[in-house]
């Protein structure tokens, strides 16, 4: 365990995702927000429920988010996508004060950065119990609504907060989104089922709490 903190000695700044990483994925939240990504893509694009389906699956795969290829195929604008397709039921998440207590342990700056948006974030941390435990939190509108795992998006954020990468650590549930963040110098963790290793995770953990305190 000794190694493990001593390879974030150097970390400043803590950079999570947030959605099936600051919660479980056993929260399900995310079935909730296809659903009405679902529902929107129908609507604003006058495609089948069916066909809205395969395309916000498709737009994800090949943009990273299904809001970055309704904007680059459609033009869509994102202020009301974002609106909508967040507007779900939190009732269910259940406060964790042993990650609150964790995260704020961290020597350093902490920062919430997800293809989701500011608002919405806002909302989970605290149904999370994590309200106010964040120096900052960031959604895609302030990466210019270019999604994770771009790193044009991860240079837009970390620009604004003043972060230097090499000081940093990034923990995300898509691996994916750990590629950008790992060539620009960060720690990388990935946080759920352990994944087939990849050169670009340092680390891997399926307790965040757990692992986090090892690091306080």
Do not use: C
Not at 9 to 20: C, E, I, K, Q, T
Not at 33 to 46: H, K, N, Q
Not at 114 to 139: C, H, I, K, M, W
């Amino acid at each position: 365990m000794h190694m493990v903190a001593a390879s974030f000695s150097h970390v400043r700044a803590w950079v999570f995702d947030l959605d099936n990483t600051l919660y479980p994925p056993a929260a399900r939240l995310f079935d909730q927000i296809e659903v009405r990504m679902t529902a929107f893509v129908s609507e604003a694009l006058g495609v089948s429920a069916a066909e809205a389906d395969r395309l916000r699956s498709d737009y994800w795969a090949r943009y990273g988010t299904t809001l970055a290829g309704l904007m680059n195929e459609h033009g869509v604008d994102p202020g009301p996508y974002l609106t909508e397709v967040h507007d779900i039921d939190l009732s269910h998440l259940e406060r964790d004060p042993a990650l609150a207590a964790a995260i704020r342990a961290l020597p350093g700056r902490r920062i919430v950065y997800t293809n989701g948006s500011e608002p919405y974030a806002q909302r989970v941390l605290e149904a999370r119990g994590l309200g106010g435990v964040f120096d900052a939190v960031y959604g895609v509108e302030h990466a210019g609504f270019r999604p994770k795992p771009e790193q044009a998006a991860f240079e837009a954020v970390f620009a604004l907060d003043r972060l230097a990468p090499r000081q940093g650590a990034m923990f995300e549930d898509d691996i994916r989104n750990l590629a950008a963040p790992h060539a620009m110098g960060m720690r990388t963790v990935h946080v759920g089922p352990e994944p087939l290793p990849a050169p670009h995770i340092h680390h891997h953990t399926d307790d965040l709490a757990a692992f986090l305190s090892q690091l306080g």
